[in-house]
């Protein structure tokens, strides 16, 4: 398989308030390259404390990053129609990507995309959860942090290669969207 898995956290509940990005590419199944950047959102966004928690990330950290659309200048061409993104709760990373282009006043993303919770709640129904950290544990693949947009990028991006594996790429299929 050839796709790209990201994910993307933010400084609090608006889907436009990006602070990290983190891309995996992978090519014949295997990882070819990583990408990764801190991202300054706009001075009207302020970070919830939840947010910091979870995933570590501070205004302080952010100060001297790259704006969004700094970051999508550099990424963008990952995003084609005939391009396989994908992502693990994929609504959340394809909603924060969309509401973030609206925001900037950036011309939208078209690509295929696909959710490793919606193929694991499929391919692995016994789970008890199917958040990220578990069917990582599950599939015995390393998830150093969670919550760091690269870590979680590549344990999503080991996930849809072990159930290709697995399972299959016709299994996987039907549950591709067009974004």
Partial sequence: ???????????????????????????NNQLVDQF?????????????????????ITPRDVADAPSFPEVWHQVQQFYTPEQLVIAHNAPFDNGVLKASLQHYGLQPAHYLSLDT???????YPELPNHKLNTVSEALHIDLEHH???????????????????????????PLVKVI
């Fill in 1 to 27: 398989m050839n796709f790209i898995a990201m994910d993307f956290e933010t400084a609090n509940g608006k889907r436009h308030s990006a602070v990290s990005l983190g891309i995996a590419v992978v090519r």
């Fill in 36 to 56: 990764y950047s801190l991202i300054k959102p706009d001075a009207s966004i302020e970070f919830d404390r939840r947010n910091i928690q979870i995933h570590g």
């Fill in 117 to 123: 919770v919606r193929t694991s709640r499929r391919l």
């Fill in 147 to 173: 919550h760091n947009a690269l870590d979680d990028t590549v344990a999503a991006a080991e996930i849809l290669v072990k159930q290709s594996n697995q399972f299959g790429v016709d299994v996987l299929k």
